[in-house]
């Protein structure tokens, strides 16, 4: 016989609110951002017990208070904290009163302290409890706080993380107000402990990374610490790195227009930004502060001063040798002849403390003269003649750009190879398995000619290509240089336009860098005045302005 239709067992609603919980527990374990996690815990909790108002406090140990951290109320359309942008203005509710008697009197306060929850049918009737701020909130907002139900969020450590109250749990049939069963008691407290548990994942997700970052942050420092010349190069070339790479996410056209960032992507590109020139730490400080050509643990252009002073004195003695028994013609003669090789002395000291200086180019008549320079004779200090410059003195001072020669530019071109291997050794987590790549490719180029592994730009990612162009605009741009002034906008542009047409460079992110004006976002932020001039991009070399 088949059962009347009335008696066929419904769906059990409880039931249905344990699905949802574990749902829920299953997207608060997923979220990211702070903010949006505690919005969804409180979110959920009005949800499954079906509540017009909650408020969500978080424990700030070091107050020893419950700071309001996101509030709604659905029937006066309040939603404060969060991501609403609203701030809270409410004053942190204190567990301690000044002499440190525990705070009972109010609902929150004592549920946290005693680490139980507290479910009131009729705050207007209840006895035992501060319901004043309550009241007087009810009096200003023509509102009725009836029940309340107010759980702690405690971790597996038993370490309390906040506490959750929601007020008014409504009938799901007639929406009229009700007291919290013991069933929507029960589910709110398996919602707060799962709560609990995932903010203190999160918190200490966000701990960990804050801990590396601020390890990287050391690591910089030290970088930078060795060199007044290159300090804060680690610091800029992120914030550039990110600004370009946030550009080509924005572009909706042209080669570059599939490319996207995630979040997660953003931050594993930071990262690698940051760790960059991570293997400077290796590179000895005499290369890295080299600030003139003949510098080492001092500058050596003294030594040949001392030399040139020698050669003068030889010369004064020659001259008086000479006088000794010249006729007066002569004396004349002898005396042009000395003055002459003085000025020509004094002229060439001149012009090796000039070379040793540094250019961003030195000439090869310039180079021919220094070598002529060299052949000069003196006698060193154990008397035997010797050329004025020694053979690493002359390729010192012959060094064609710059104040390094090769084999100290091998030196600090070596940073890279240590820069991967040592990136290389870290166990990345999955989200960040790409930094060894992004921060080792920075000095690679686009035509297979750069370094360390000669990449080509087919083996290299868009991001790997970012940052290479933002280390170049940097060292171009850079006032803290030994041996030049940091340029101009358009000193720099043209350069870099100029790699572009070389193969150096990517040349569709060096378009998105013109054309989104990314320059000029990071001259604001890290120039002089006087090198942010007017930029006309039409004479920049091998820039397409069109997408």
Known sequence: MTKPEASIPQQNPLLGRLEELNAIGIALSTERDTNRLLEAILIAAKRITNADAGTLYLYDAEQQALKFEIIRTDTLNIAMGGTTGVPITFYPIQLYDTEGNANHNMVVAHAALSGTSVNIPDAYKAEGFDFSGTKSFDRKTHYRSTSLLAVPMRNHENELIGVLQLINAQDRITNEIAPFSLQEQSLLESLASQAAIALTNHLLIQHMELLFESFISLINTAIDDKSAYTGGHCERVPV????????????????????????????????AGL????????????????????????????????????????????MLRKLSSASPVDAQLIHAEFEATIKQLDDDREFLRH?????????????????????????????????????????????????????????????????????????????????????????????????????????????????????IFEAL???????KRGKTLTESLSILGKFKENGHIDPDLFDVFVREKVYLEYAKQFLDTDQIDVVDESKIPGYCQSQ
């Open 275 to 318: 760790l960059h020139d991570c293997g400077k730490i290796t590179t000895p400080v005499h290369v890295v502060d080299k600030s003139t050509k003949l510098e080492t643990i001092f500058d050596r252009i003294h030594l040949v001063d001392t030399r040139f002073e020698v050669l003068k004195r030889d010369a004064e003695i020659k």
């Open 355 to 471: 070379c040793n200086v540094g250019s961003e180019k030195m000439d090869a008549a310039h180079q021919e003269r220094v070598h002529r320079i060299a052949a000069y004779h003196w006698r060193n200090a154990a008397g035997e003649e010797a050329n004025f410059l020694n053979t690493e003195e002359q390729e010192n001072l012959t060094i064609r750009a710059g104040t390094l020669n090769d084999a100290e530019r091998q030196i600090i071109n070596h940073h890279i190879d240590v820069t991967i291997k040592m990136l290389e050794s870290l166990p990345w987590p999955r989200h960040l398995k790409r930094v060894p790549e992004y921060a080792g490719g920075h000095h690679e180029r686009m035509d297979g000619k750069g370094y360390p592994r000669g990449l080509t730009r087919e083996q290299m990612s868009v991001q790997a290509r970012v940052m290479g162009i933002a280390d």
């Open 240 to 271: 550039l790195t990110m600004m370009l790479a946030d550009a080509v996410n924005r572009t909706k056209a042209g080669p570059l227009k599939d490319f996207v960032m995630t979040e997660k992507d953003r931050y594993e590109l930071k990262i």
């Open 477 to 483: 741009t850079a006032k803290d240089r030994p041996y």
